[in-house]
């Protein structure tokens, strides 16, 4: 099947691209990667009269080491942030979870910012954006704001923005100090959506958890994080086997899957408790 006829825009700057988009509003869909929305077109499960390619578009291709934040922009390549050492020496969590992203040659042509715009829960992105406090940094006709990653996901393939802004980066926020990280998936083949995936992030001191974080693929109605916090804190690898059941309960509690035609909800709801279970024992060992 070939996509529905539509109108193809190549703005050149980031004040065009914002301008036609707030001409043709809920007729137009922004293209960066397109390794979601190409499909989508093609199978007609979107038919917008618009395409505003901002390819194009200067000042969007960047990767930006603060000390808060990994800023992304928005036409930055998966595979360029895999390999960006900056990037992995401040938050190893983000290349944790893209080298489960798909193929290679999606990753080579799919950006991180346009995942987490889709807002797909099976992503692996936007379950990294929750889980840094990611702040989405969205432009539109004369205004500019900033959407915290947890007010941003609003449904599922749902968010926040509006239909004549677009998201020019995100900043993905640091851990602090002591903070140690993890990802893990499984699914049926690799580069397939997951069954279920987690991240973790916990930072400890003195052999101690101090707090922990969770966030999960596939398992989630919109991407969110689960607090540890409350089952861990004090613990330490050593003693981490004693408090296996009250983790696997909390992440059971938690998600909510669905079933289809690849897993029943209680095999996901099993799998994710128990991929959770491992990443932990796996991180805290480390």
């Not at 691209?17 to 007729?27: R, S």
């Not at 893209?98 to 991180?112: D, W, Y």
């Amino acid at each position: 099947m070939k996509p529905a006829p539509f109108a193809h825009h190549a703005p050149r700057s980031l004040d065009e691209a914002v301008a036609v988009l707030g001409e043709v509003g809920h007729d137009g869909k922004v293209l960066a990667g397109g390794q979601s929305l190409i499909p989508m077109l093609s199978m007609r499960l979107a038919a917008p009269a618009h395409l505003i390619d901002i390819n194009g578009v200067a000042g969007l291709d960047t990767i930006e080491v603060t000390p808060d934040a990994v800023r992304v922009g928005a036409t930055v390549r998966h595979r360029a942030l895999e390999r960006s050492e900056h990037a992995y020496a401040v938050l190893p969590l983000l290349r944790q979870a893209l080298v489960k992203v798909a193929h290679p040659a999606i990753r080579n042509r799919g950006t991180t910012v346009g995942s987490i715009a889709h807002a797909d829960a099976a992503g692996e992105m936007p379950s990294i954006a929750v889980l840094t406090d990611a702040v989405i940094e969205v432009r539109g006709p004369g205004v500019a704001r900033e959407i915290p990653a947890h007010e941003f996901f609003t449904g599922p393939l749902e968010t926040a923005l509006a239909a004549d802004e677009l998201v020019i980066a995100v900043r993905f926020g640091r851990f602090p100090a002591g903070t140690v990280t993890g990802f893990v998936e499984s699914a049926r083949r690799s580069g397939d959506y997951a069954l279920a995936g987690v991240g973790v992030a916990i930072h400890g001191a003195d052999d101690a958890v101090i707090a922990a974080r969770a966030s999960f693929v596939s398992v989630t109605d919109v991407p969110d994080v689960l607090d540890l916090s409350p089952v861990l804190a004090g613990a330490n690898a050593s003693d981490l086997a004693a408090r296996a059941d009250d983790l696997v309960t909390a992440v059971r509690e938690h998600v909510a899957p669905e079933a289809d035609i690849h897993a029943s909800a209680d095999y996901r709801r099993m799998l994710a408790a128990e991929l959770t279970r491992r990443l932990v024992a796996e991180v805290m060992s480390a």
